[in-house]
């Protein structure tokens, strides 16, 4: 493997080991936060430090059960009305919202209109960590409780442990099929499955689950990054959690990684478009069922390392970059 190329530039802005970053959508911020609470934001036209704070009182994993959503600073227009570290303005609270913060998951965050501030959030319900809650916007309303809980035949209990054993959630991505006004949510899971569920109810609200329907869920990840022998010993009862899933911006492919050495593929697509010709020469669109099994919507790609813990992919979704315990690796889609 060839050298890692120099650093354009060094951000010293943290003091602590880097435990998150993210890029805004136009690229032209960066968002870092580190082992002590801290955040960061940058710019990354003049790579100065736009605002500095601690959001949360208990700095462990954000395990004060809170996710606080802060007004948006406005960068200065010019070099000369840059503050200096210690006068930079920092942002106020605008809402927050209590979660269960005893797992590993993420929020994922869908804007419903970006000229306004109404969203919709996702995060792991509030009793059990292997069933997701959706939360409106500014109005912190509960839409939709306890989503992937109404499996046909399925004895649930807490976090995963019934006839169906997911484990907790380990990833969500929300988002809105425009083509079949549904909202969707993909959910990838301890066990090292992932679901794909979708509801007509978009701003309605639902309980318990109803109103939704599992479009198809696989389990990929089922090898051991650690030892053939152990996956020998446990049989079934040894998982391989999905540490890491992202989603291509247009919503139709997914990616994830685990602590085996799987990089697996998924299409999200479910329905395709046909033209149905009619009398005068004008066209129906019709959106079906694609047909595909949960097997041949999956491509898995093996890498020769086990054990990746991270994964982001290009804006175009035509590179994957993988991080690991082997350093880094980037694959090109078309290896798929």
Known sequence: MPPAPAPVHILRCHSAQINTLYFSHDNKRLYSGDLLGQVFITSTETLRTITSWKPHNDVRH???????????????????????????????LQISLDVNALNYCRFS??????????????????????????????????????????DAGT???????GHEKTGIVMGLHLFEDHSANELRLLMSFENGGLALWATANVRQKTVQGRG?????????????????????????????????????????????????????????????????????GE??????????????????????????????????????AVGGWDGKSVFGVRKF
């Not at 599992?214 to 959690?241: A, C, D, M, T």
Request: glycine letters at 6%; aromatic letters at 6%.
């Open 109 to 150: 965050l869908l804007l419903c209109d970006k000229a306004s501030s109404n969203a919709m959030v996702a995060v792991p319900n509030l009793v059990d960590s292997s069933l997701v809650d959706v939360w409106a916007i500014p109005s912190v309303d509960r839409l939709h409780a306890a989503v992937g809980s109404q």
């Open 212 to 280: 939704w329907q599992r479009l198809w869920n696989i389990k990929s990840h089922v090898e051991s990054g650690w030892s053939l022998l152990v996956y020998l010993q446990l049989g079934s009862n040894f998982w391989s959690p999905v540490m890491a899933m992202s989603v291509t911006y247009d919503n139709t492919v997914a990616f994830t990684v685990s602590a085996d050495n799987l990089l697996c593929k998924y299409s999200l697509q479910v329905s395709i478009h046909v033209l149905i010709p009619l009398c005068g």
């Open 283 to 320: 066209k129906w669109i019709k959106n079906m069922k694609d047909g595909l099994s949960p097997t041949e919507r999956t491509v898995v790609y093996r890498t020769k390392h086990p054990g990746n813990g991270a994964i982001a992919l290009q804006q175009e979704g035509r590179v994957v």
């Open 155 to 161: 004895q649930r209990v807490e976090d995963g442990r």
């Open 62 to 92: 954000g395990r004060d059960n809170k996710l606080h959503i802060w007004e948006r600073i406005v960068e200065p227009h010019s070099l000369a009305d840059v503050a200096t570290p210690p006068s930079v303005p920092v942002p106020s």
